[in-house]
């Protein structure tokens, strides 16, 4: 079966040309638009809980909040991570999409989506450099913390379980509040 792969332009005029509609739920990942999992209720609880308690590093202009928007890995991915972190920028990235070099912190939660999570997506952030990856895994009740990347894997992976406390550019985050 012959792919066709897209650039992350491409996509761009896909969508500017009406072909991909502006409500579609599609990441670019390896040059493919990939439809991306239904959002639930404890996905969407979860995203809300996350946006809560790190909206502090917002106020304080540490760090801007970008919910379920693309983040640009390379020219041929740009999934779209439930949170991400990002570098505090006064104009709020209006003229670009932000890449990877801006994000500190890019957050997944999984509650079908934990294997796509994990051995696509997280490869795909290592590659790209971003230092840190939270996956928190609903079905599990747990938070997989990767650190220190290095080539398509992060050389620490740590298990947070309810009683552990992430924690992110000073706040913390018990990580019952979030599963």
């Not at 709020?92 to 500190?104: L, M, V």
């Not at 957050?107 to 230092?131: C, H, Q």
């Not at 747990?142 to 947070?160: F, K, S």
């Amino acid at each position: 079966m012959l792919r066709y792969r897209f650039t992350a332009e491409e996509f761009h005029r896909l969508a500017e040309a009406g072909i991909l509609p502006e409500d579609a739920r599609v990441e670019l990942v390896k040059g493919e638009i990939v439809t991306m999992s239904p959002v639930g209720k404890r996905h969407m609880a979860a995203v809300k809980r996350l946006m809560h308690l790190l909206f502090p590093l917002q106020q304080a202009r540490k760090a801007l909040l970008q919910i379920q928007d693309p983040l640009r890995l390379s020219p041929e991915s740009e999934p779209q991570p439930d949170l991400v972190l990002l570098a505090y920028r006064e104009d709020f990235y209006r003229d670009r999409i932000p890449e990877a070099q801006d994000a500190f912190l890019v957050v997944e939660v999984a509650e079908t989506s934990l294997d796509y999570d994990l051995n696509v997506k997280t490869p795909l952030y290592a590659k790209a450099g971003i230092p840190e990856v939270w996956v928190v895994d609903l079905e599990g009740r747990r938070v997989l913390v990767h650190r220190e990347p290095q080539g398509e894997t992060y050389r620490e992976v740590r298990t947070l379980h309810p009683g552990d406390t992430l924690v992110h550019m000073g706040v913390e985050i018990p990580v019952e509040e979030i599963l």
